[in-house]
């Protein structure tokens, strides 16, 4: 197949879980001998979509990325308020409005639009990654007329998913696919809407293995037990409670365990002398990192799937999860393979287990182990994506022959 992939970042340096997961398939795809292509933004960053990459068409791992510039960086001092009175202000917010939010959100891609007007008919399925970016909000409703549409939402319960600007966007793609049952079920609830679909999963590299003494060396760790988290550092992925949860724990239980968190430090932590933050670090460090840890830790309330999840259970290590994230519960109660929490006692009691029970700890990480062999290796994973998109496409057939039948017959 001729597949194209819209997401609103892609590059080998983007952190960003949606647009890693939207990278991996894509590259796999085109392992498995599909002309894959990726139309995306000249951007690095997503808090100010900064035009980084230069704009054209590279090769990255077999995929033909096709990158146009950003109109203009976001300014926080002006989306910040926006923000605030669009997505948390009084309702109803005047449409108009909203569609000016959604250019400050961006990455606003003035050339989106014309580039998918003049090729995507070309294509035997366009995917969209992410709902919540002006790349899907301006580009789905040009491709949805010209080619078979998937739109993998990655979405969850929050905030901006109500405004009813998105209602138009869920109605237009050929075919869904989810991440997990919690976010079809969502999307169903929100949006009333049935589409065909599949729950597609992320894939998970099931021989990665890390490497722990040098990962200990490298930053200081020692041979202290450390707890991990692995993302951004970022109040809307719950960084800051995890910090306060994790130092009252340590005022409270003085000992050697440590947090050691790894990712772009949107809003750093404070320092701390058992907090170890390593910035940004590539594939192979974060591999190593979640080698030598006790446990995972997931505290964001707002997911759609955790890949750092799944990739922690990979190497057969128990997780605490955000037990207000109806995702992270789902998947800690269908893997047998995490502890969810809800506040500090919970959180407090489960690191407390964790430290006094190691034969609970491995029995929790071969449980994840198992459950990521059966749901989450990438063959399985990209059988799945191969189905739906033959299944977009075989639908958007029949409806363009239905709509040349009925104008034939006028």
Same mark, same amino acid.
């Given at each position: 197949?001729r /597949?194209?992939f819209v997401v609103?970042r892609?590059?080998?340096e983007?952190?960003?879980g949606? !647009?890693?997961?939207?990278r991996?398939?894509?590259?796999r /795809?085109?392992?498995?001998? +599909? #002309?894959v292509h990726?139309?995306?933004?000249?951007?690095?960053?997503?808090?100010?979509?900064?035009?980084?990459y230069?704009?054209?068409?590279?090769?990255?791992?077999?995929?033909?990325? +096709?990158?146009?510039?950003?109109? +203009?960086p976001?300014?926080g001092?002006?989306?910040?308020?926006?923000?605030?009175?669009?997505?948390?202000?009084?309702k109803p917010?005047?449409?108009?409005?909203?569609h !000016?939010?959604?250019?400050?959100?961006?990455?606003?891609?003035?050339e989106?639009a014309?580039?998918?007007?003049?090729r995507a008919g070309?294509?035997?399925?366009?995917?969209?990654?992410?709902?919540l970016?002006?790349?899907?909000?301006a580009?789905l409703?040009?491709?949805?007329? /010209?080619?078979?549409?998937?739109?993998?939402?990655?979405?969850?319960?929050e905030?901006?998913?109500?405004l009813?600007l998105f209602?138009?966007t869920?109605?237009?793609p050929?075919a869904?696919?989810?991440?997990?049952? !919690?976010?079809?079920?969502f999307?169903?609830?929100r949006?009333?809407?049935?589409r065909?679909?599949a729950?597609?999963g992320?894939?998970?590299?099931?021989e990665a293995?890390?490497d722990?003494?040098s990962f200990?060396s490298?930053?200081?760790v020692?041979?202290?037990?450390y707890l991990l988290?692995?993302?951004r550092?970022?109040?809307?992925?719950?960084s800051?409670?995890?910090?306060?949860h994790?130092?009252?724990?340590?005022?409270?239980?003085?000992g050697p365990?440590?947090?050691v968190?790894v990712?772009?430090?949107?809003?750093?932590?404070?320092?701390?002398p058992?907090?170890i933050?390593?910035?940004?670090?590539?594939e192979?460090?974060k591999?190593?990192a979640?080698?030598?840890?006790?446990? /995972?830790?997931?505290p964001?309330?707002?997911e759609?799937?955790s890949?750092v999840?799944?990739?922690a259970?990979a190497?057969?290590?128990?997780?605490?999860?955000?037990?207000?994230?109806e995702?992270l519960?789902g998947q800690?109660?269908?893997?047998?393979g995490?502890?969810p929490?809800?506040g500090?006692?919970q959180? #407090?009691?489960g690191v407390e287990?964790?430290?006094a029970?190691?034969?609970?700890c491995?029995?929790?990480g !071969?449980?994840g182990?198992r459950?990521?062999e059966r749901?989450?290796?990438?063959?399985?994973?990209?059988?799945r994506e191969?189905?739906?998109?033959?299944?977009?496409? +075989?639908?958007?057939?029949?409806a363009?022959?239905?709509?040349?039948a009925?104008?034939?017959?006028?």
């Amino acid at each position: 197949m001729r /597949l194209l992939f819209v997401v609103q970042r892609y590059g080998t340096e983007v952190a960003g879980g949606a !647009e890693a997961a939207c990278r991996d398939l894509a590259s796999r /795809l085109a392992a498995r001998g +599909h #002309e894959v292509h990726a139309l995306t933004s000249c951007a690095q960053s997503y808090v100010d979509w900064a035009n980084t990459y230069p704009e054209g068409t590279v090769e990255i791992d077999s995929v033909r990325v +096709h990158r146009l510039a950003v109109s +203009h960086p976001r300014d926080g001092r002006f989306f910040g308020p926006m923000n605030a009175r669009t997505v948390f202000g009084h309702k109803p917010v005047p449409l108009y409005l909203q569609h !000016e939010w959604m250019r400050m959100q961006g990455p606003d891609v003035p050339e989106l639009a014309p580039w998918l007007a003049e090729r995507a008919g070309g294509y035997d399925a366009v995917v969209f990654f992410t709902y919540l970016y002006y790349t899907t909000w301006a580009g789905l409703p040009i491709a949805a007329g /010209l080619a078979p549409t998937v739109l993998h939402p990655t979405a969850h319960d929050e905030p901006p998913i109500y405004l009813p600007l998105f209602d138009f966007t869920f109605r237009l793609p050929t075919a869904y696919g989810f991440l997990t049952e !919690e976010e079809e079920n969502f999307v169903e609830r929100r949006f009333r809407i049935k589409r065909p679909s599949a729950v597609i999963g992320l894939g998970v590299d099931l021989e990665a293995r890390g490497d722990e003494a040098s990962f200990r060396s490298r930053f200081g760790v020692g041979d202290r037990p450390y707890l991990l988290y692995v993302g951004r550092l970022d109040p809307d992925k719950g960084s800051d409670e995890l910090y306060g949860h994790f130092t009252a724990f340590k005022e409270r239980s003085p000992g050697p365990l440590a947090l050691v968190v790894v990712g772009e430090p949107v809003k750093p932590m404070p320092p701390h002398p058992d907090v170890i933050c390593t910035g940004w670090v590539d594939e192979a460090t974060k591999t190593s990192a979640i080698a030598g840890c006790l446990s /995972l830790v997931q505290p964001s309330y707002y997911e759609s799937f955790s890949l750092v999840l799944a990739e922690a259970w990979a190497q057969a290590k128990p997780a605490l999860v955000q037990g207000h994230s109806e995702v992270l519960v789902g998947q800690a109660q269908r893997s047998a393979g995490a502890i969810p929490y809800s506040g500090f006692a919970q959180f #407090e009691v489960g690191v407390e287990m964790l430290l006094a029970e190691p034969r609970m700890c491995d029995e929790l990480g !071969e449980r994840g182990r198992r459950y990521v062999e059966r749901r989450y290796d990438w063959n399985i994973v990209l059988d799945r994506e191969e189905h739906l998109l033959r299944t977009a496409a +075989h639908l958007f057939r029949q409806a363009t022959a239905a709509v040349t039948a009925a104008t034939k017959a006028r």
